[in-house]
């Protein structure tokens, strides 16, 4: 029995309510600048990507994908960026070649067999997922050999049943799956491929896209876990 006041909802539920299906994720979050993605992440896209020849770039959570065609007026032809977002670009733009921008939620997507990416980010979108650890223990697979996964993660997201929090348990099962938590930036890192999804201890019970705002002062979503 869980302490949360309200039904927690599935995944599907979830993608309805008007906190997880918003129109504000990184709709205006620009590659560089004030509102931007190497403010938030502590590092300048290009520069992780600019060396290589066929950079591959995943952004999840892409919103209208400002930082992706940016990147792609300054990478190397033959560069693949795709961004990924439950709700998609909401403004008719020009798609720059190596541009991909797909609707779905990431309770589900998964990167094309065999495609591997130099970089994956997930800039403040994990707050607004119910099932984060499934997604998390996914995402393993996902960088290429040299690669780098990074996403903003509130650890204080995750429940007990009994409404206490998980998250140091779950800290402790990701830096088990290879992840390191910078807890000053609230960012969780992943370098390098693994051969198959990480093993994180825990089943999804359910989540309350009512719990309130996170450290960001936006409202987020509280993910509650059975340790097993």
């Not at 950079?55 to 033959?78: F, H, K, M, N, Y």
Request: charged fraction near 20%.
């Amino acid at each position: 029995m869980t302490l949360s006041p309200r039904p927690l909802l599935g995944d599907a539920e979830l993608a309805r309510t008007s906190v997880v299906a918003n129109n504000t994720m990184n709709r205006g979050r620009g590659l560089s600048g004030v509102n931007s993605y190497a403010r938030e992440l502590g590092f300048d896209p290009l520069a992780r990507l600019g060396g290589l020849d066929r950079p591959r770039w995943l952004d999840l959570c892409s919103g209208e994908g400002l930082a992706l065609r940016a990147a792609a007026a300054v990478l190397p032809a033959g560069a693949v960026l795709t961004g990924v977002d439950l709700v998609g670009p909401l403004l008719p733009r020009p798609r720059p070649t190596g541009v991909e921008l797909v609707t779905a939620s990431l309770a589900t997507w998964s990167p094309p067999p065999g495609r591997r990416y130099d970089l994956v980010t997930c800039v403040h979108g994990l707050h607004y997922l119910g099932d984060k650890l499934a997604l998390l223990a996914r995402a393993v697979t996902w960088p290429a050999p040299g690669g780098l996964f990074v996403a903003h993660l509130d650890p204080d997201s995750f429940r007990l049943p009994d409404g206490r929090s998980a998250a140091r348990p779950v800290l402790r099962a990701l830096r088990d799956a290879g992840y390191t938590y910078h807890g000053r930036r609230h960012l969780l890192r992943h370098e390098d491929p693994a051969d198959r999804p990480a093993v994180l201890p825990f089943a999804h019970l359910g989540a309350d896209p009512q719990a309130g705002p996170n450290w960001t002062g936006q409202p987020g979503v509280a993910t509650y876990v059975q340790p097993l």
